[in-house]
C-alpha cells in the first residue's frame, strides 16, 4: 500500500502553499499584515519586525493549506505581534478587575464581523492606539481580523476569561461610538450638500 501513501501525499502537498506563494501573500497583503501588527504593538518598527518574523515562522513551519493562506498570515502575524508586546498586553489586566460586560451582543463576533474590520482599518492608527491600550486592541484586533472567541483570546493573550470579557467590552464600545459618529458626519455632509444645491448662488450677481 506504500504507493496509496506516496499519492496521497502527492495530492496533499499540491494543495499546500509554496515557499514562493507565502512570499507572495505577505508581499501583497503587507499593508494589511502592517496594520495588523501596528495596532497590537502601537509601534512601527515593531509592527513591521513582527511581519517578517511572522513570514519567517510560515515558512519554516508546516506549510499551510493554499487556500487559507491569507487567513493563516494574519494569525501568524497576530500572533508574532501578541509575542512582541505581550508584557505590555498583561500590565493592562488589573485596570479590567473590577469591570464587567453586561453588552450581550459582545460575546459573539456577530455577522457583521467584516464590517467591523472595515471601520478599524478606516481609522487612524494612531487614533486607535491613543483610545484603546495595548491588552483592548489585541482583543479588538483578533475579535474582528480572525473572529477568536472570548476564551481563544484569553489563552492567546494568556490573561483570564473576564479579564477578555471587559476588554472587549470597552474595545466594542469604543468601536460602536466612533461607527455612529462616523454615520453622524457622514449624514450631516450629504446634509450639507444637499443644501448647497437647493441654495441659489448669489455671488458675482448685481442689479
Excluded at 503587507?30 to 511572522?54: H, K, P, Y
Excluded at 482599518?121 to 484586533?141: C, K, M, N, T, Y
Excluded at 469604543?174 to 450629504?190: C, F, G, I, K, M
Aim: with cysteine.
Amino acid at each position: 500500500m506504500s504507493w496509496f501513501h506516496e499519492k496521497t501525499n502527492g495530492a496533499e502537498s499540491r494543495d499546500h502553499a509554496s515557499e514562493s506563494e507565502i512570499l507572495a501573500c505577505f508581499r501583497d497583503e503587507r499593508d494589511l499584515m502592517f496594520r495588523l501588527a501596528l495596532l497590537i504593538a502601537g509601534d512601527t518598527a515593531i509592527a513591521e519586525q513582527c511581519v517578517v518574523n511572522a513570514c519567517e515562522t510560515t515558512i519554516q513551519g508546516r506549510s499551510p493549506f493554499r487556500d487559507w493562506l491569507t487567513d493563516w498570515a494574519k494569525s501568524a502575524t497576530i500572533t508574532s505581534a501578541i509575542t512582541k508586546t505581550g508584557n505590555a498586553i498583561r500590565c493592562c489586566e488589573p485596570a479590567y478587575a473590577n469591570l464587567h460586560c453586561t453588552h450581550s451582543e459582545h460575546f459573539s463576533c456577530g455577522n457583521d464581523a467584516e464590517q467591523r474590520m472595515s471601520v478599524v482599518f478606516g481609522i487612524d492608527p494612531s487614533a486607535l492606539i491613543a483610545e484603546l491600550d495595548p491588552l483592548a486592541r489585541a482583543v479588538l484586533v483578533l475579535r474582528t481580523a480572525i473572529r477568536a472567541s472570548i476564551q481563544d483570546c484569553a489563552l492567546r493573550l494568556n490573561v483570564s476569561r473576564s479579564t477578555v470579557l471587559a476588554a472587549n467590552c470597552r474595545a466594542m464600545t469604543w468601536l460602536h461610538d466612533t461607527q455612529r459618529q462616523r454615520a453622524s458626519d457622514e449624514e450631516a455632509a450629504v446634509r450639507t450638500g444637499a443644501q448647497s444645491i437647493r441654495e441659489p448662488a448669489h455671488e458675482g450677481l448685481s442689479e
